[in-house]
């Protein structure tokens, strides 16, 4: 039977990168005789917002729950729509309605790559970032008061629940058991922040007495962010609350050479409800329309979809299509953040071929 995919490409490169990501599975697809079923929807993009007055149609949750995943692009066009309504009125409530509880950022040196870090070899970078992705200081906590006037105050919480913390640490760890060398790193902040953060070192505590074989060590996140760009070869697995997750899974990628490469994977991992596929990379209204993006965060991301829908051959396949293809580095195929002159067309269809074998 095939496999219902919900595709959303959203906003700006969003729509640029997704025919890319699309034609590099489909090609994946027929090499492994994998039956795979698209399903395009237009909501979720700024343009819908402007036509309906919302992101999403009120019917979306039963529209898009029987899927068996999500490939999405990017949202948001500031100048259309500001970024909170569109991030909270579209992507934000997938991840939350959903359970999306895991969002799962690999971060490696990809070969061909220079990082802009001095002296970095493939090899050196590689590790994933895992970020706790429903709660946290992503709340819709909160409120204003006295609005407009001189008193005016504005208040959002932070929220931590025992078993939201619990189970991203516990698949974290699960993670690092996989990986060669076992080691778990901590973002906090709980020298400053005075209640969640110690609550969530507490939890990492406990989660750790269970896992006796992962070195466990932890950073306050301003150290962590510096630690990244002096010695990326430290970390395996790095597990962070909502924002600092966020935050560590775009400096990760930066220090790789490119954002544009970064894949991520927002998993529902009891899967109850579909999991989303998306490029960490957001919508980039600046390179939007000159069809420059790169579009390997897609078609990696639909690499991390294969996986998770059981194909970890064929998931393999695409990532390596995307390492030869990087390695080759022919400029006119290479898009100009790593250091080509050609297109997103150019670059999604060589590595397509690449991976029609
Ligand atoms: N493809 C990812 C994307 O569109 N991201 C937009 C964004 O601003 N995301 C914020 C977040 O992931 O918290």
Redesign the pocket.
């Known amino acids: 039977m095939a496999h219902r995919i919900a595709v959303i490409a ?1 906003d700006g490169i969003g729509t640029e990168v997704m025919p890319e990501g699309i034609r590099a599975l489909e090609v994946a697809a027929k090499r492994f005789k994998i039956d795979l079923a698209f399903t395009t929807f237009e909501f979720g993009s700024c343009d819908y917002y402007l036509e309906h007055g919302k992101m999403l149609p009120d019917d979306w949750f039963d529209q898009l729950k029987d899927f068996d995943a999500l490939f ?5 066009w500031p100048d259309k729509v500001p970024d909170h309504i569109s ?1 909270w009125g579209s ?1 934000l409530q997938f991840r939350r309605q959903f359970d999306q509880y895991i969002n799962l950022r690999p971060c490696k040196l990809m070969p061909g790559i220079k990082s802009p870090l001095a002296g970095r070899e493939p090899g050196d970078i590689d590790f994933y970032v895992v970020r706790e992705n429903t709660e946290g200081e992503y709340s819709s906590v909160g409120g204003k008061m006295f609005e407009g006037t001189e008193r005016e105050i504005v208040l959002q919480e932070t929220v931590m629940s025992r078993v939201g913390v619990d189970r991203v640490l516990k698949y974290a760890f699960d993670l690092a058991q996989t990986r060669p060398r076992k080691k778990l790193t901590s973002a906090t902040k709980s020298n400053g922040i005075s209640i969640t953060m110690p609550y969530w070192d507490e939890r990492v505590a406990e989660m750790a007495k269970h896992y006796p074989e992962i070195a466990v060590d932890k950073f306050h996140i301003d150290i962590l962010t510096a630690n990244f760009v002096l010695h990326p070869d430290w970390f395996d697995v790095v597990v962070g609350s909502n924002l600092f997750g ?1 935050i560590l899974s775009d400096l990760g990628p930066a220090c790789t050479g490119t954002i544009g490469i970064a894949p991520s994977a927002n998993i529902n991992p009891e899967g109850k409800f579909p999991s989303l596929f ?6 980039a209204p600046d390179i939007a329309g000159k069809g420059i993006a790169n579009p390997i965060g897609q078609i990696w991301s639909g690499a991390m979809m294969l996986e998770h829908l059981g194909y970890k051959e064929a998931a393999d396949a695409m990532v390596t299509a995307i390492e030869e293809v990087l390695s080759e580095g022919s400029r006119q195929v290479l898009t100009r953040d790593v250091g080509g002159q050609g297109s997103t067309v150019s670059l999604g269809q060589a590595i397509a071929e690449r991976i029609g074998g």
């Open positions: 959203g999405y692009g990017a949202v948001g991030l992507l966020d998306e490029p960490v990379h957001g919508s």
